[in-house]
């Protein structure tokens, strides 16, 4: 029997299998009975083994034990191409990328070891940084930006109960692939409203 820690991250992993799947195929264009039909024989397919491994399994070797952060993004992607509803606000996700990335660009560059200072090590029960997430938090909640509050939240929860084998709070919180999506996803937003024509030019 597998460890409850194993299936978690598998499940993970399965998720973001359906995700890319749900994009690839663009399910959002056949009739909901199809899209429930192709993500149920996809959920499937992610899970029988190839080999000797199944294909969330080999995903899971590849990206580790993905974050809330990823979960958050990939469950909401999925679910609004199944059921043709938006679940999460623009000003929601674009929030949670924004600190997504901000955090990618404080943790992963120190944590290559270029400075002594090691921010890796604040996931291990330090004071400043769940402080920090506290506060981030409560202006979050202000804020009505419950999607930053669900990830925060959920990773602090995830942690506490030990849902993965790291003991880490930043493991919870993001990983890598969430981190260059951030990035990509923000620089190519940025790109796109920079040379965008505006209304008057375009009727020029």
Partial sequence: MMPATTVLGLGGCGLLCLALAAAGLRVQVFPLRTRCA??????????????????AAYVRGATGDLSVATLALAGGSCLARVTGRNLLARREVNALLWLV??????????????TPFDPYALGYGSIALITFLLVVTLVAWRAKLNLVVLVVVGAAAACLIGAYESRNLWDYLIDPLVALYAVIRLIVEALRGRYRPSVSTARE
Avoid: E, K, R
């Fill in 38 to 55: 192709v993500m149920l024989v996809v959920a499937i397919a992610a899970f029988v083994p190839v080999g000797d491994l199944s294909i």
């Fill in 101 to 114: 990335a901000a955090a990618a660009l404080f943790l992963y560059p120190f944590a290559l070891g270029w």
